[in-house]
């Protein structure tokens, strides 16, 4: 195996998206009339547990994923169910079906939420709790974090993937201002959860005083990797190349790593200590389109049309904008804003569409290669494909793509790149 | 609760084309940015300056060098927009605002020389961009640089035109050639020459006669600099490309006596349109490789293909005939780069690389072969010859350099031995054997013998080149020819040169002995044979010889 590090590219004038929201306290959206828990995780149908007209309390199991990546879905208020199959926008760009939750404000746990002892929790009774209170990957993945811990190679370090690199987003950077204490407790649980030896914080090299903040409070019980400003540096393989100097085909752990976002960690906290189910998240709700950007800290199934009201709705005279479910560089774009807030999302991004119309054909810059994370040639791959060249496209490989957005983003003539390789890349896998 | 629709569109949602400062249009206007500066300095030295310093010179003569490049970039741009008229597309101007039309006309004009009549340049600026962009579906779409596609077509139907105006008026007086010029006609001393008659820094700042503008590879370097900074090219293509040629002329450099000195390959890149061509031909987006491995092999090609035009072909100048042999590649090092960039397979790399570094090498050796000189000759001139009397064997003498050298034969005209060893190599031998060939002995005493009283010569004589020798046997009784035996089988009385000689008059070799030996002591009044006046005359020489010899051994 021929090793070359993948490699990341800065955006320029990108980072200062952030300052929409990166210094406001989280907004406190915790109390929406209804929620809309979606029935479907990472595009697989889930399991309804409840009918129509059940009373349920908050971090009651309403909804169970049933296939290898087994999962339970919590609710996330008290209250009634009044529909099981209420159709919403999803991140994924789709109308799913959700169950629809009529708020009674009582904010009534569930009694499996109580205090753990931790101390004497065992690396199985870690993983089952985690399984059991719907911890996921954050990150935008929304892949079971369990079944990350439960595997059977050697895991030498836990990387906790605070990087954030897409623009415009700070959920995970306002979530550990407030709960850096949980985060870090809940690293040293996925370390035990995992029989790591190390655990490895990735910052971006830039945010100084939360790296100080982290050293003053963890001292020498977690490392910091600090990266470069570049976009994708947040990226999983990214991380564990640089880290470990090893590389992996299918998961982190083949190269001895897990790897976990620092939302994520801050929820196993939550799960271990007081079986506390993942309901609540932060999600960036920014764009010039908003009228007050915030870190809203919100429940899930939260309406994020409701979220925009309350936050004073749009700004005036948007005319054509984006809804963008996710960040700017890989999210989805929505035609209505009745989307729900499920367990990965982590931001919703409005901006008013700035669109040069006159684009002149490609002039063979060569600059999409240049950029390329896992050195593909955009551009080739998506001639190719328009001239249906199976061999030819298979040759440039684009199942590696993981729809970054780099190409289309640097394009000068502003072709759709990321979008064609991606085809290029269902019709390469479809063809196998 | 809002109603706000909103639009649809495909990830990301931002494009760093949305900026103003950033996209094609941009990167298209910092190219032509990057060019005014070679076009003032070609206004300067072609226009301005022999204007200041000449009387003859008109101000429509100082604008030439203006007026060409504006002339360049309409017929371009003209011949784009009656194309697209005359094919019926709507939006015209919209078409040309992303079609950049003007490029190629602006660039054929800066690498022709200030004299080209402008009926030829705009000739070439149709002809390039209909044949070079045009058939191909416009901007983004040709394989060819439109610009030099237009070069190649104007230099090939118009030579006459061309060459002769690659001076510029006040040049004709001061310079007597274009250093490529120079440089193609005599590789080995072509350096020295040139920096005879133009300083490096000259040749480095642009001050010599060339074509219009791209003399100057300072101001190519600065453009250089300016593109890369604002990102519109990528270094590794002009950069390989030059640091080939580079190498290969200091190789070239080497074999020819500047190993320790880099005059002989910086004089060669700097001079004629290397730096022009790989600054802004060969980085041509449209017919450059995309992936950047593609640009490296590419411009690998380029060094080794121009070194190869100028030193194997009659052109001095090989940049654009071998980037517009390397467009034709273009798709195919794209498609191989490509693969070979994602493969992350080391075989698969190392062994392409490992293809391509042969084929570089060998082309570049054959190029540079061209100019390796080969083992140098003295000049060997024919001195004298002589026979040696003691052993009869032949003695040369050749003027070598500025040395005698004398190499002995046998009567066979085999080299025996060569006096100087520094000369006595195959190839010395061989041009001494060639020279003796030509200067056979008319006349030699073949042996000696000496039988009680009787001293026996045998001599060998004979009239010209061609001819065999005859040989006579002489016997001598003290002091006295004797006796005097002639065979003359070898000889024919028939022919041009005893023309008139019959039967009746006798054989020479019977009739002549007695005629010697009656009149030995005064040769001169030994009568021919008439009508074979030459086979007598050698017989009579032979006894000269013979006596001169005795004559010789008696002091």
């Known amino acids: 195996m021929f090793f070359i590090k993948s490699k990341g590219t800065h955006l320029p004038d990108h980072r200062g998206h952030k300052e929409l929201t990166q210094d406001k306290p989280p907004f406190l959206f915790l109390n929406p009339e209804d929620v809309y828990i979606p029935l479907i995780e990472q595009g697989t149908p889930c399991e309804v547990k409840v009918k129509v007209g059940d009373k349920v309390k908050v971090g009651q199991v309403i909804a169970e994923r049933t296939d290898r990546f087994a999962i339970p879905i919590h609710a996330s208020v008290s209250g009634e169910v009044v529909s099981v199959n209420q159709r919403m926008w999803h991140a994924s760009g789709r109308m799913v079906p959700c169950i629809h939750i009529k708020n009674d404000f009582q904010e009534t746990k569930a009694e499996t939420i109580k205090p753990n002892k931790t101390d004497g929790l065992s690396r199985a009774e870690i993983i089952d709790i985690v399984r059991a209170c719907g911890v996921v990957g954050l990150g935008g993945s929304g892949f079971p974090a369990y079944v990350k811990y439960k595997t059977d190679l050697p895991i030498d370090v836990v990387i906790i993937n605070a990087v954030e690199c897409e623009p415009y987003i700070t959920a995970d950077y306002a979530q550990m201002q407030k709960h850096l204490d949980e985060m870090l407790r809940g690293a040293e649980y996925i370390r035990r959860a995992t029989d790591a030896n190390r655990i490895v914080i990735a910052v971006k090299a830039y945010r100084k005083s939360l790296i100080e903040k982290i050293i003053l409070r963890a001292g020498d019980k977690v490392s910091i990797y600090p990266v470069k400003d570049v976009y994708p540096a947040g990226w999983e393989k990214y991380l564990v190349q640089r880290i470990t100097g090893k590389n992996y085909k299918g998961l982190p752990a083949e190269a001895g790593a897990v790897v976990n976002n620092s939302g994520t960690a801050i929820a196993v906290c939550h799960a271990v200590e007081d079986n506390m189910p993942l309901v609540e998240k932060t999600v960036t709700i920014t764009g010039t389109g908003v009228k007050d950007p915030q870190n809203v800290y919100t429940k899930i199934g939260a309406k994020v049309s409701d979220i925009i009201a309350a936050l004073g709705g749009y700004a005036e005279e948007l005319g054509d904008a984006y809804f963008i479910a996710g960040g700017p560089m890989t999210g989805v774009a929505l035609k209505f804003d009745a989307l729900v807030i499920n367990r990965c999302l982590s931001s919703v991004v409005v901006m008013p569409k700035v669109i040069r119309e006159l684009n002149p054909e490609c002039l063979g810059c060569g600059k999409c290669n240049d950029v390329c994370p896992v050195f593909l040639a955009p551009i080739q791959i998506k001639e190719a494909l328009e001239n249906d060249d199976l061999d030819l496209l298979k040759s440039y490989k684009p199942e590696l793509c993981m729809e970054c957005g780099l190409c289309s983003y640097i394009c000068p003539s502003r072709i759709e790149l990321t979008s064609n390789v991606a085809r290029a890349k269902k019709k390469v896998l479809g063809s196998r | ?555």
């Open chain 2, 1 to 555: 609760m809002s109603t706000q629709n909103f639009v649809l569109d495909k990830a990301p949602y931002i494009r760093k084309a949305d900026n103003k400062g950033y996209g094609t249009a941009v990167m298209m206007r910092d190219f032509l940015i990057a060019l005014l500066p070679l076009i003032l300095f070609a206004w300067v030295k072609n226009g301005l300056l022999p204007y200041i310093n000449m009387d003859t010179f008109s101000i429509w003569d100082m604008l030439r060098p203006l007026l060409l490049v504006i002339i360049g970039a309409a017929t371009s741009y003209l011949t784009e927009l009656v194309f697209y008229l005359l094919r019926g597309e709507k939006k015209v101007f919209r078409k040309l605002m992303v079609s950049f039309p003007a490029i190629p006309g602006i660039l054929l004009a800066m690498i022709l020389p200030y004299g080209t009549p402008y009926w030829v340049l705009v000739l070439g600026a149709i002809f390039g961009t209909f044949f070079g962009k045009l058939v191909f579906g416009g901007f983004g779409n040709n394989i060819f640089n439109p610009a030099l596609v237009g070069y190649i077509f104007v230099t090939t139907a118009f030579t006459s035109q061309i060459l002769p105006n690659y001076l510029n008026p006040s040049e004709y007086f001061t310079a007597g050639a274009t250093p490529m010029a120079t440089l193609g006609s005599d590789f080995a001393n072509g350096v020295p020459t040139i920096l005879s008659d133009y300083p490096l820094w000259k040749i480095f700042v642009g001050l010599v006669p060339g074509a219009l503008a791209e003399t100057s590879a300072l101001l190519c370097l600065v453009a250089l600099v300016y593109l890369l900074v604002r990102k519109v090219i990528n270094w590794r293509i002009p950069v390989i490309y030059i640091a080939t040629v580079f190498v290969l002329t200091y190789v070239i450099g080497a074999f020819n006596g500047y190993a320790a000195d880099i005059k002989y390959s910086l004089t060669y890149i700097f001079s004629g349109a290397l730096f022009f061509g790989a600054v802004f031909m060969a980085t041509e987006p449209v017919t450059s490789p995309r992936s950047p491995n593609g640009k490296v092999i590419y411009a690998l090609f380029l060094g080794v293909l121009t070194v190869l035009f100028r030193y194997r072909s009659s052109m001095p100048e090989g940049v654009a005939t071998s980037i517009l042999l390397m467009n034709c590649f273009t798709v195919i090092v794209d498609r191989l780069a490509a693969g070979l960039r994602v493969a992350a397979n080391k075989k698969k790399v190392i062994v392409t690389y490992a293809v391509v570094g042969l084929l570089v090498l060998g082309i570049g050796a054959y190029g540079v072969s061209a100019a390796v000189p080969k083992e140098v000759m003295e000049e060997v001139t024919y001195k004298e010859q002589v026979q040696d009397l003691d052993t009869f064997d032949f003695q040369y003498t050749f003027t070598v350099g500025e040395k005698d050298v004398t190499v002995i034969t046998g009567q066979d005209y085999q080299i025996k031995s060569v006096s100087d060893a520094t000369y006595d190599t195959d190839k010395y031998r061989e041009k001494f054997a060639e020279l003796i060939g030509k200067h056979k002995f008319s006349g030699y005493i073949a042996s000696k013998t000496v039988e009680g009283a009787d001293t026996i010569l045998v001599v060998k004589t004979k009239r010209s080149a061609g001819r065999e020798y005859v040989t006579s046997t002489i016997t001598f009784t003290a002091g006295q020819i004797t006796a005097f035996t002639a065979d003359t089988a070898g000889e024919d009385y028939n022919d041009s040169y005893n023309e008139g000689w019959q039967e009746a008059n006798g054989h020479p070799k019977d009739i002549i002995p007695g005629r010697i030996i009656a009149n030995q002591d005064d040769l001169d009044a030994v009568q021919p044979v008439t009508g074979a006046t030459d086979t007598s005359n050698i017989l009579i020489q032979a006894a000269r010889l013979a006596i001169a010899y005795m004559e010789a051994q008696d002091e």
